[in-house]
């Protein structure tokens, strides 16, 4: 997602429209730009990373313009640069656009333009809005948006401008756009925090709104045409609540972010009956699969493994990324190299994609940050789409890197001429709606934590793919609360870490339905039989695990390779209302940085 703001009134709109990117950096942070209108001239300025970097171009100019848009952008299509960076222009630099969402059939519609001479300048899909309303701008540029948006797929919100017109033309679809109505001044962006410091007025542009704005006011039409009525609402929130829509926390919106972020990883990229990948490789000569990664991307490493290994039927090795760059790995060119990093900026994991890179292996990242260092060095890549993830402790990346590789798994046994089972694509359609529907366990959870805040240690167990889930769990309740927790293999629990179980020691089991259920069952009575509190998370009424944990917490049921990102959702709520209930800074937990770039 990406952060939008426009203005027409009486005031310089530079201040304003840097004032407004900052409150929404929160949407995305690796470029930025803005645009002003003055004396019928455009006058423009684009800087890559923070805003602090187009603010500083910015603070040297005497810029007058009342009238101006700007951007921050999340990088979809392209990497971070200025030429990438929004606002986009025509190609006589008399109209500019800025826009979020995402452009389904840019490609045809950028053919289409280029063979009518236009000349485009990005990598973005966004840029075909700015030559599409050239196409159609006849003076008026209402008229234009509405017929360039007749042939646009995909979603937007979009704020376009005309150097030799005093106004704005925006237009809403999927993507957030709202009007903040202030005395002789109009505004509209992407959320409240943008203008909350002029106006606590604000409409909210439905999908298929039409907005024209200018300083003395604003009309909503369809695009048919036909003027609308929308309701001026008071907003009732502070600025810290906007910016995570309301929720206490970035890592709290960011859990409940998961449907979305969940359909985003698997947008345009799941048909009837096969997976969509790109991928530039040789995989007939690749005998073997290394993943390599660090924290909870190798915790999604490892349940890479478990789906690679089962479906594609080669051998997977996982590594952490700081042990592999130095233990003189034995890589060929018959190895694939995996990076997996949130980030994209992990030291440990560029190293480690270095050294295979250097000794031969083809290499695939599977990286939430687009244009990011790993991104860039690897061969070919998988971007989550996953949106900013700002809370330190990984939430949906997670679940969206073990979805990511689930498609690579899929995807590559398609190629290797192998049908796949539609029950499986069918249950990956309908992952978001089972996701948002795991969450219902939000209050439940809450009670636990309660329950549970003043333990000191903590166990976590799984089998199988639920194992690495089990290390995500109790990495969260670490990493967050401070409390100690360690993850297990169920099993592994007879080997020595049974010593530690007593009533002091609650023991957090994955015991979903699978062939190894029974077994599990087996570790839940060894823990009860000395006095261990156990907190099972179920899937179904499972009678001989209802009858013997202590609390249980129900998730839906799903195929066994969707279980580690249905299982692990009331793990990461029981860390963070743990954490939380503590009172502890949950989005900048002591010690902790979002990214490690450094070794
Ligand atoms: C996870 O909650 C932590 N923030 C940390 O372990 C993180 O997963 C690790 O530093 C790897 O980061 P990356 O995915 O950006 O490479």
Known sequence: MCGIIGYCGQHRASEILIEGL????????????????????????????????????????????????AHTRWATHGIPSEVNAHPHFDCHHQIAIVHNGIIENYQ??????????????????????????????????????????????????????HASE???????????????????????????????????????????????????????????????????????????????????????????????????????????????????????????????????????????????????????EVDYASEFRYRHPLVSSHDLFIAISQSGETADTLAALREARSRGAQSLGIVNVV?????????????????????????KAFTAQITALLLLALYWRHEAGYEIDKKILNELRHLPTVAEKTLEANSQVIELAQRFMNFENFLYLGRGLNFPVALEGALKLKEISYIHAEGYPAAEIKHGPIA?????????VLATKNDLSDKTLSNIQEIKARGGQVIAIVDQDYEPVKKLADYLIKVPV??????????????????????????????????????????
Not at 500 to 508: G, I, T, Y
């Open 108 to 161: 045809a519609l950028k053919e289409l333009l280029i063979s009518e001479g236009h000349i485009f300048s990005s990598e973005t899909d966004s840029e075909v809005l700015a030559h599409l309303i050239e196409k159609f701008y006849k003076g008026s540029l209402e008229e234009a948006v509405t017929k360039a948006l007749a042939l646009v797929e995909g979603s937007y919100g979009l704020v376009a401008l």
């Open 558 to 599: 799903v195929h066994v390779w969707l279980s580690p990102i249905i299982n692990v959702i009331p793990l990461q709520l029981l860390a963070y209302y743990i954490a939380d209930a503590k009172g502890l800074d949950v989005d900048r937990p002591r010690n902790l940085a979002k990214s490690v770039t450094v070794e």
């Open 371 to 395: 244009g990011s260092t790993v991104a860039r060095e690897v061969d070919s890549g998988i971007y989550l789409h996953a949106g900013p993830e700002i809370g330190v402790a990984s939430t």
């Open 166 to 316: 005093n106004k704005l033309v925006a237009a809403r679809r999927s993507s957030p756009l709202i009007i903040g109505v202030g005395q002789d001044e109009i505004f509209i962006a992407s959320d409240v925090p943008a203008i909350l410091n002029h106006t606590k007025d604000v409409v909210y542009l439905q999908d298929g709104d039409l907005a024209i704005i200018d300083s003395k006011g604003y009309q909503i039409k369809n695009l048919a045409g036909k003027l609308l009525d929308r309701q001026v609402e008071e907003v009732k929130l502070s600025m810290e609540q906007i910016e995570k829509k309301g929720y206490k926390h970035f890592m709290l919106k960011e859990i409940f972010e998961q449907p979305q972020s969940l359909a985003n990883v698997l947008a345009g990229r799941i048909t009837d009956n096969q997976i969509k990948l790109s991928l530039n490789w040789h995989r007939e000569v690749i005998q073997r699969i290394i993943i390599a990664a660090c924290g909870t991307s190798w915790h999604s490493a490892l349940i890479g493994k478990y789906l690679l290994e089962e479906i594609v039927g080669l051998p997977v």
């Open 500 to 508: 530690l179980v007593d009533e002091n020691m609650p023991v957090v």
């Open 22 to 69: 900052k409150r929404l950096e929160y949407r995305g942070y690796d470029s930025a730009g803005l645009c002003l209108v003055e004396n019928n001239n455009l006058v423009c300025y684009k800087r890559v990373g923070p805003v602090a970097h187009l603010e500083e171009a910015v603070a040297r100019q005497d810029l007058g313009g009342h009238v101006g848009i």
